[in-house]
């Protein structure tokens, strides 16, 4: 049974960087097979879908949302992270990790961290 | 972009009574589609994905149908654990997602 496990700073300051870093177990990020997904949710709202990155690197982002995000894969950790530059208080949302296969469909996900930007 | 939209945006439902939920795309998306059920404090959890097949482990009651741009999600009979957010999401183009329906208690 995979398991993800978000990990971050819970709060950051307008116009910083925000770094979060999702950490798997119970499988390997390297075996393929699975897209390693970030995706958001403002307080109170819907889910809003921000990119997924392959093991080998490869990564796709929502065309809907300004490029101000990168995510990136470190295999050696069983990890993939999310930076986010320039952060409003329209970022503060919590911040989940999720897995998709083949199929798009998010099968695996972890608790969510939320992320407050504040001064 | 494939906008999805759910209605009603909240359902006021007794246990035991049956829950029909709506999700209508923006343009045809086949089969294209999942639904998910979130509770206060948790992650979504998958239900139905491509429309009408139940995830691994999800009760006989929820139900999925539909297909193109027209889906619904069935709870024949709310137990009182079902009372939650559902999201559908579609896999056409893009990832994008629903938002939400809550099924609330009368």
């Known amino acids: ?119 | 972009e494939i906008v999805v939209t759910q209605s009603p945006a909240t359902l006021s439902l007794s246990p035991g009574e049956r829950a029909t939920l709506s999700c209508r795309a923006s343009q045809s998306v086949g089969s294209y589609l999942a639904w998910y059920q979130q509770k206060p404090g948790q992650a979504p959890r998958l239900l139905i994905y491509d429309a009408s097949n139940r995830a691994t482990g999800i009760p006989a009651r929820f139900s999925g149908s539909g297909s193109g741009t027209d889906f619904t999600l069935t709870i024949s009979s709310l137990e009182p654990e079902d009372f939650a957010v559902y999201y559908c999401q579609q896999r056409s183009n893009w990832l994008t997602f629903g938002g939400g329906t809550k099924v609330e208690i009368k």
Request: hydrophobic share 30%; with cysteine.
């Open chain 1, 1 to 119: 049974q995979v398991q993800l496990q978000e990990s971050g700073p819970g709060l950051v300051k307008p116009s910083q960087t925000l770094s979060l870093t999702c950490t798997v177990s119970g499988g390997s990020i390297s075996s393929g097979g699975y897209y390693w997904s970030w995706i958001r949710q403002h307080p109170g709202k819907g889910l809003e879908w921000i990119g997924y990155i392959y093991y080998s690197g490869s990564t796709y982002y929502n065309p809907s949302l300004k490029s101000r995000f990168t995510i990136s894969v470190d295999t050696s950790k069983n990890q993939f992270s999310l930076k986010l530059n320039s952060v409003t208080a329209a970022d503060t949302a919590v911040y989940y990790c999720a897995s998709t296969g083949d199929e798009y469909y998010f099968d695996y996900w972890g608790q969510g961290t939320l992320i407050t930007v504040s001064s």
